[in-house]
Nanobody, 116 residues
Framework: QVQLVESGGGLVQAGGSLRLTCVSS????????IAWYRQAPGKQREVVAR???????YYAGAMKGRITISRDNAKNTVYLQMNRLKPEDTAVYYC??????????WGQGTQVTVAS
């Protein structure tokens, strides 16, 4: 089992920045990937960014160019740096892990609210 805990959400003005943090209870090196998703009110959960343990990054189109996913393997932690935030970025942001046995794990989510 993998436990994920997100933090760093909050209220920011449009154009502002936030850095989200996800701490894993287990080594993130052992995971297939660790990722960020978001879910806005009335909308489906969507991928924001992925960090495969084999290297590289993936960014979905909605926030591409405004976000950076990074990891600190020694701290079993992944970050999502978000810049130039827009009101439509308002959502609950979730940390996701795909284990080596292809099991999915989710954090509790952290609320991001962007005011216009």
């Amino acid at each position: 089992q993998v436990q994920l805990v997100e933090s760093g959400g909050g209220l920011v003005q449009a154009g502002g920045s936030l850095r989200l943090t996800c701490v894993s209870s287990t080594s993130i090196v052992s995971l297939m990937h660790i990722a960020w998703y978001r879910q806005a009110p009335g909308k489906q959960r969507e991928v924001v960014a992925r960090s495969p343990s084999g290297g590289g990054t993936y960014y979905a189109g909605a926030m591409k160019g405004r976000i950076t996913i990074s990891r600190d393997n020694a701290k079993n932690t992944v970050y999502l740096q978000m810049n130039r935030l827009k009101p439509e970025d308002t959502a609950v942001y979730y940390c996701n892990a795909l284990s080596g046995t292809f099991d999915n794990y989710w954090g509790q989510g952290t609320q991001v609210t962007v005011a216009s």
